[in-house]
């Protein structure tokens, strides 16, 4: 089913883009002949239709080839995420018992290893029958994940239905799902199956926003997905980011109401939409157009194409539209059931219909509002998450007698885990014990030890008697670099030592942007995400400081002038759009002073002619109207101080002002560039004059 839809759409079109990660390209020709390749190798190892393929690794060019070249095997596959602890890998790994893992040397069987093994296979009879598509684990209340095995109509229903317009042919859609979480399907296959390309993004883009927004400008995004809490992040830094785009979905958890209606009214052209679904139900059950005046809450929308909705008592029984009971699911989107547990797919699939354990109402025109969940499971970061799970890993310790885990909102609404442990042992030791055995997504954000739980008179755990966490309260951390630690992770400064693990005190790849980009705006230094990845401790993170390059200055946020830009302006943004990376309409300066100049005069005279001159502190921007500029107030212009002029003219970012940069090479020789979009011939000799006069004095 996928496979042939696929190879039709690749001789359709096999000259057109088909995945990109900024440096490798693939056509569609030249995907299908990789995948191929890949298929055939799968079958010189042994790999039968039906087989489950595990494919260890993040997002790439060679990963999405794989996944489509195990499609095109009649296989299925199983995504592993080579972040989880080795004993989750193992213990999937041995529930699911893939006929294969292909993954980097050492981990599994190489992709060089399968390109090898097609050089002599022969190619196997296609076996009759329709396989699944993935196999994917999510949390599990009895302490292990459980894996949901989706079939391939539930994908096709999901990409292809006529009535969802999200990825029409030629849509370039980003890729920043993880593989292992089920909207990378929605991303990958939406696109390939429907003639668009794939454009990767790295999990640094996906973790800053500044990072983000030149990344949709760079590719030229028209469809994307965020979770929500990664939404509401963007929207926050600048709403106006996802003006190039067509589509934008979000949700895996709630949308803010508020956030959702500043980046309509910065995006008058974009169509924003709210999807629900949990991964038993491939991806999306319903999805809401999100439209202005935005609901508070925001719904989550009608049924997608192949899917039922039935409102149910607890006896499964329908219920009249408005009134509350449990959402379940039938149609082509429902999945086969859980790998391995009969059981377990009986009670949660009863005549083939799957109980979503959500709480909503339907209202008589068919929109469908969530009002929570029916058990105790919690979405965070998109993932649905059993806090039993995080219990039971506490309970496998020998050193914990009791434990409980709650679900809590942070300040910003987004969930966190709160667990709570009677034991001797020191947190920290309980946290790395924990990071053994979970995912990151799984670690506690607080971690408390008691010396027994409070119960009620049932022997249940009471959950209003347990303590508050110890958050950041605004205690005065010991240095600048713990305190944001505190900010970002709402941590007790006193429970961050100079060996804490980020991601054991509760952190995550957004919470780790955030603390990069805090970083560089008080401390003025950048730090790489792999590099920080490889030492998440404070201690860490200082001997990174000590050789850290300067940071460059942060996008402002949007508040000024606005109107349309000038005729001018909009040819020279064109261009711009059409190559962002080039430095053709760059105009550099170089100043060579006969005596040293001081750097302080130097820095403050440059901000004064920022001040003076709005054409420097001006952003520019395309929506619904056309192409805008923008005065920003809050802009700085940073004095670089380098010996040599190496890697100075470099590429603007046209929306984030100021269009000037400098920098002082040794003592008494001054490096300005600026771009064409805001200066001429004449006005950077008006420019030089000022500074020079500045500087005078």
Request: hydrophobic share 45%.
């Amino acid at each position: 089913m996928i496979a042939e839809m696929f190879r039709d759409r690749a001789a359709r079109t096999p000259g057109a883009l088909a995945v990109s990660d900024g440096t490798t390209r693939l056509t569609y020709g030249e995907l299908a002949s990789r995948s191929e390749e890949f298929a055939l190798g799968l079958a010189g190892l042994g790999v039968r239709r039906g087989d489950l393929v595990g494919l260890l690794g993040g997002r790439s060019v060679a990963g999405v080839t794989a996944l489509v070249g195990t499609v095109l095997a009649g296989a299925a596959y199983l995504p592993l995420n080579p972040g989880w602890p080795a004993a989750r890998l193992r213990w999937i790994t041995e529930h699911a018992r893939p006929r294969l893992v292909v993954g980097p040397p050492g981990a599994g069987v190489s992709v060089a290893e399968v390109r090898a093994a097609a050089r002599t296979a022969a190619a196997v009879a296609d076996a009759g029958g329709t396989p699944p598509a993935y196999v994917m684990f999510t949390s599990g209340s009895t302490g292990v994940p459980k894996g949901v095995v989706v079939e391939q109509r539930g994908v096709v229903r999901l990409v292809r239905a006529p009535e969802h317009p999200w990825l029409p042919a030629g849509t370039r859609a980003a890729h920043g799902a993880a593989p292992e979480f089920d909207a990378a399907t929605l991303e990958v296959w939406g696109t390939l199956l429907n003639g668009g390309s794939l454009h990767i993004a790295d999990a640094e883009t996906m973790a800053r926003p500044a990072a983000y927004a030149r990344f949709l400008r760079r590719e030229r995004i028209g469809f994307a997905w965020l979770t929500a809490p990664l939404f509401h992040r963007m929207a926050d830094h600048d709403p106006a980011m996802f003006t190039g785009l067509h589509t934008l979905m979000t949700g895996g958890d709630v949308v803010s109401a508020g956030q959702a209606g500043r980046v309509l009214a910065h995006c008058p052209g974009l169509a924003l939409y709210n999807g629900y679904g949990p991964t038993e139900n491939t991806v999306f059950t319903t999805v809401h157009r999100i439209t202005a005046p935005v609901p508070d809450p925001v719904p989550i929308g009608r049924a997608v194409a192949g899917t039922e909705l039935y409102v149910c008592d607890q006896a499964g029984r329908p219920v009249p539209d408005g009134t509350e009971g449990e959402l379940w699911v039938g149609g082509a989107g429902v999945a086969r059931g859980y790998l391995g547990d009969p059981e377990l797919t009986a009670a949660r699939f009863p005549g083939g219909r799957y109980r979503t354990g959500d709480l909503v109402t339907r209202d008589p025109d068919g929109v469908v509002r969530f009002h929570g969940r029916a058990d105790q499971q919690v979405k965070i970061l998109g993932n649905l998450v059993e806090p039993a799970e995080v219990t039971a890993a506490l309970l496998a310790l020998s050193a914990v007698r009791q434990a409980h885990t709650v679900a809590v909102r942070d300040e910003a609404g987004e969930a966190r885990l709160s667990a709570y442990a009677v034991t001797d042992t020191d947190p920290g030791a309980l946290r790395t014990a924990l990071a053994e055995r979970l995912p990151r997504y799984l670690l506690p954000a607080h971690l408390t030890v008691l010396d027994r739980l409070p119960l009620k008179a049932s022997g249940k755990v009471d959950t209003a008697r347990l303590p508050a966490p110890r958050t950041h309260d605004g205690t005065p951390a010991p240095d600048e670099l713990t305190g944001l630690w505190a900010q970002v992770l709402g941590q007790d400064p006193a429970a961050i030592g100079p060996d804490s693990d980020f991601f054991a005190l509760g952190g995550d790849s957004v919470r780790l942007g955030a603390l990069l980009d805090r970083i560089e705006a008080r401390l003025g230094r950048r730090l790489g995400f792999r590099q920080v990845y490889a030492v998440p401790t404070p201690a860490g993170m200082r001997a990174l400081l000590a050789h850290a390059g300067e940071a460059t200055a942060p996008v402002p946020r949007a508040g000024g002038r606005t109107g349309p830009a000038h005729p001018a302006q909009r040819g020279l943004y064109a261009l711009w759009h059409a190559d962002p990376d080039s430095v053709a309409y760059n105009i550099p300066v170089r100043l060579d002073f006969g005596a040293p100049v001081d750097p302080e005069r130097l820095q403050a005279a440059l901000n004064t002619l920022l001040d003076r001159h709005e054409a420097l502190r001006t952003r520019l921007t395309a929506d619904g109207d056309g192409i805008q500029q923008e005065v920003v107030d809050d802009v700085t212009v940073r004095l670089e101080t380098d010996a040599g002029e190496g890697g100075f003219v470099r590429p603007f970012d046209l929306a984030a002002p100021p269009l000037l940069r400098a920098r002082l090479a040794g003592d008494r020789r001054l490096l300005l560039d600026l771009h064409h979009v805001v200066a001429d011939g004449v006005s950077v000799r008006v420019l030089v004059r000022e500074l020079l006069g500045l500087l005078a004095g």
